[in-house]
C-alpha cells in the first residue's frame, strides 16, 4: 500500500446529549483519495460525526484533524470542506448557476474564474442547460446533481455526503451510485459519505466503517466486512446470515472447531473465540447450496417456507430443530424448485462459515 | 461573532421592554402605595389609602363605612368579560369547524374575510355600533319602518351594549387559535365515532370538543385578557359612567386625578390577568397536550 | 347525501352566514351612511360625496394623520429591527440562556391589558420629566408593535428548515453574507408581513395614544375619539370609511405576502 496523506484523522471523539452517549471514544483516520462510507443503523451517529466534520456540531471531547490541522475551533465557514446535504438544500432563490457560485463568491473568486469554474461544474454533472433554471424546477435527480456541483466547486479538501440518494428511486439511485464513484476518482477528492444502505456502501465505497451503539464495529473493505464481519453486529446488519449457537471445542489461530445444534463439528476461521466457551456461527444464505449443489459439510432438513425472487428463491429449511435461510440462485429458467415439506439435503464448504463471539 | 450576537441581539426588545413595560409596571405598583398629591398627581408617601378606598369610604361621620360601588364594578368587568369569552367560544366553535371543512380556495377566502375586520381601527367598529344601536339608529329605524314599535328607549348605556362592542371587537382574536385547531382535526376520527355507534351529538360533545379545546383555551386568554382592560366599549356604548375597570383606571388619571388610587385599581387588574394566566400555565403543566 | 356524511353537521352553513353578516354590518352601515346627502345621520335623503370633501379640507383631522403615520412608520421601523433580531436569537441559536423568559418578555404588551401599561408609562415619563410629546408616543408604539412584528417573522423563520444557512456556511458564507443573501431573502414576506401588522396596530391605538395624548400631538383616534363624543356626524363616516379601506388594503398585502411562496 502506498503511504498515502492522511485526510482527516479523528481521535477519541465522543458526544453526549445530556445522558445519552452518541458517540463513544471514536477513532479513525480517513485517506486521501478515497471513498470512506460511514455506515449504520439510525441514531448510530453517523450524521453526528459528519455534522463534526462539517463544523455544524462539536464533540464533547475528543480531536479532529484536516490534513494535520486540528480544525474543531474553525467554524464552518472557515473549513476547507463542503457537505452535499440529505435536503440537498439548494437556494430557492437562486438560479442553478448562481447556487454553484455561491461558494467561490463568498471565497472571493474573480469573476472570469467562477464563471469558468461553474461551467466546468455543469458540464461534470451533466446540467449545463439548466443553468438558469430555479431549484423548484428540477427533479430530484437534478437537484442532487446541483446540490453536488454546488459542493465540489469550491475545491474542498474532502466532501461530505449525507444520505444524498435516500430521497431518490431505486432505478436513479443505482445510477447514481456508479456517477458518484466515477466523480470521486475523476476528482479524486476524498468522499466520506454517509448511509445506512449497506448495499450502496458495499458498492462504492473504498473503505467501510461501520458504526453501532456510538462505537466502531469494523473498519476495513466492502470484502473484509462481508465475508469476515469482526463481530455479530456487524454480520447481522450487513447482508443477510444465519446465525447458529455453537459450543467452542478448540482455537488454533485464526481457526477455531465447534460443535454445531445439529451435532457436527465444522472448522473454520474465527474472531474473538475461546475455547470451551459457546460463540455463534455465521453462515450467509448464499453459501449453503441445495441437493446437487450441497458440497462439504452435509445436513439433512425440511423445507418449512419458500419465497420466489424470481433471481432467488429464497428457503426456509428446518434442520434438526433449527431454521435455516438458503438462497438459490435460479441460474436457469425454470430452474429446480423444491415443495414446502420436501426433505433436502444442504451443505456448506467449511471456511465458508465464521465463527463469531457470542 | 455568533455569541456575541446571541446577547446584543436581544438586547434591544430587553432594553426597550424594560424601560417602558417592566420598569413602569414597577412603578406603578409602588404609587399604588402612595399618598394622593394634592395637585393630583402624588406624593412619595407610602399610604395604604389606596387600597383601602377600594374597599371603604369616609362616610358622614368621618368614619370608614364599607363601599361597594368598585367591588361592584370589578365584579361586572369580571361578569362581562366572562359571557363575552363564553359567547365568543360558543360562536367561533361551529364557525370555525364549518370554515374548516370547505375546499381550499374558500377555506382560505372565508379565513380571510374573518380577519379582514381587525385590521379596521377598534375606534371605528365601536363606532359603528354607536349608529346601530343609538336613538335614530339602524335598529331603530329598521323597527319603526316595519311598524314593530313606534321608538325604543336607546338600546345603548347599558351592559348588553357593552357585550354586543366587546364580543364585536374580540370574536376575530378566538377564531383563529379555534380555527387553527379544528383545521387540525382529524376527519377520521368523526368517521371512527359513528363507526363505533355515537350520533352526531355525542361525537361533538366526546371527540370534537376536547380536540379543539386547546384553541378554544388559547383564544379565551386572547379575549378574556383585553376584556378586562376594555375602555372604549364602556365609554362609548356604555355611557362613559364609571362601568368598568379599565375606564375607571382612565378617569383617575384624567378627569379624576387621583394617580395612587388608578394605580391600585391597575394593580388589581394585572393581578388579575396573572391570576388567570397562571391558571392557564398550571393546566399546561398538567395535560400534555398538543395544541 | 348527508346522511352519510358525518362530518356534516346541519345549520352550520346559516350560522356562518349570519356570523359573516354580524362581522360586517356594522362596517356596512357605516360605508353605507358616509354617501349620505343628509346631515341627519340616518335618513337617506340621497347620494352624496360632500361629506369626504369636508373630510379631506379639515385641518385638524389632517394634522392628525399626519401624526398617525409619521408615528406609525417609525414605530413599524424600529419594532420590525428590534423584533427581526430577537427572532433570528430565538429561533436559530442554540443554547441561549432564558430563552423561555426572553420570549415572553418581547410577547409581554401581549399579556398586558392596555389600560395598564398605557397608565404605566404615563408615570413613568412623568416621573423622568419628558416632555416631548412624540418621543413619548414613539417609544410606547415601539414597544407594543415589537410582539406583533415579531410573530409573523418567527413563524417564517420556523418554517424554514436550517439547512439553507448551513448550507450557507458551509459555502465559506461569514454569518452577515449568510443572513444578507440568504436568511432575509426567504424571509422576507414574513418581515413584511410583521411591519405591516406593527404599522396598522400603530395607527388603530387608542388607549396608549390617548393616555399620552398632548398639544399637538393627537394622533387619528384620539382625533375620532373627540368627535365621536360630540355626536354622530356623516363627516364622521367619511372618515371612518377611508380608514376602513386604507385598512383593508394593507391588510390584503400582509395577508397576500404571508402565504405566497412557502420555502419548500
Known sequence: MTSRGKAIEVEGVTKDFGTFRALDGVSFDIYDNEFFTLLGPSGCGKTTLLRMLAGFDAPTSGAIRLHGKPILDLPPHKRRVNTVFQSYALFPHMTVEQNIAFGLENLGWPKDRRSARTAQMLEMVHMAQFARRRPDQLSGGQRQRVALARALAPEPEVLLLDEPLSALDLKLRQAMRDELRTLQRQTGITFVFVTHDQEEALDMSDRICVLGQGRIQHLGTPNEIYEDPANRFVADFIGETNFLPVQVISVDGDMASVKTPMGQVVTTLQKAATAGQAATLSLRPEKIGMEDQAVGEIMQGRVTNKNYMGGYTHYTVDVGGTELRVSKRNAISHSQSFEIGREVRLGFRHDSARVLGA | MRADFRIWGLLPAWVIMGFTLIIPIGIVIAVSFAARGAYGGFDWALSGEPYVQILYQVGWTDELEFNPQYLYIIARTLWLAAITTLICMAVSLPVAYYIARQPRAVKAALVYLVTLPFWVSMIVRVYAWLMILGNDGVIEKALVATGLTSGIDSLLFNDGAMLVGMVYSYLPLMILPVFASVEKLDGALIEASHDLYANRWVTLRRVILPLAWPGLMAGAILVFVPCLGAVLEPILLGGGKQLLMGNLIQTQFGGGRNWPFGAAIAVVLMGLVMIVLMARALRDGGRHDAA | ?264
Open chain 3, 1 to 264: 347525501m348527508t346522511r352519510h356524511d358525518v362530518r356534516h353537521y346541519p345549520g352550520l352553513g346559516l350560522l356562518t352566514a349570519a356570523f359573516f353578516a354580524y362581522l360586517y354590518l356594522p362596517i356596512a352601515v357605516v360605508v353605507f351612511f358616509s354617501f349620505n346627502e343628509n346631515r341627519l345621520v340616518s335618513v337617506w335623503t340621497g347620494f352624496s360625496l360632500k361629506w369626504y370633501d369636508s373630510a379631506l379640507s379639515n385641518r385638524a383631522l389632517l394634522d392628525a394623520v399626519k401624526t398617525s403615520l409619521t408615528l406609525a412608520v417609525i414605530a413599524m421601523v424600529l419594532s420590525t429591527t428590534v423584533a427581526l433580531m430577537a427572532a433570528l436569537v430565538l429561533v436559530r441559536a442554540k443554547g441561549v440562556k432564558g430563552r423561555r423568559i426572553s420570549e415572553t418578555v418581547v410577547n409581554l404588551p401581549l399579556l398586558l391589558p392596555e389600560i395598564v401599561s398605557a397608565v404605566a408609562v404615563l408615570i413613568l415619563f412623568s416621573q423622568l420629566g419628558l416632555t416631548n410629546g412624540l418621543a413619548k408616543l414613539v417609544l410606547a408604539h415601539t414597544a407594543f408593535c415589537i410582539p406583533f412584528a415579531f410573530l409573523p417573522i418567527r413563524a417564517r423563520l420556523q418554517g424554514m428548515a436550517p439547512d439553507y444557512e448551513e448550507a450557507a456556511q458551509d459555502l465559506y458564507a461569514t454569518p452577515w453574507v449568510t443572513f444578507r443573501r440568504v436568511t432575509l431573502p426567504l424571509i422576507l414576506p414574513g418581515v413584511f408581513a410583521g411591519a405591516m401588522l406593527a404599522f396598522v396596530m400603530s395607527m388603530d391605538d387608542f388607549i396608549t395614544s390617548n393616555m399620552l395624548a398632548s398639544g399637538g400631538n393627537t394622533t387619528l383616534p384620539v382625533y375620532i375619539f373627540g368627535l365621536i363624543k360630540q355626536g354622530t356626524t356623516p363627516e364622521l363616516n367619511a372618515i371612518s370609511t377611508l380608514i376602513i379601506v386604507a385598512s383593508l388594503i394593507i391588510a390584503t398585502t400582509a395577508l397576500v405576502l404571508t402565504f405566497r411562496r412557502r420555502i419548500p
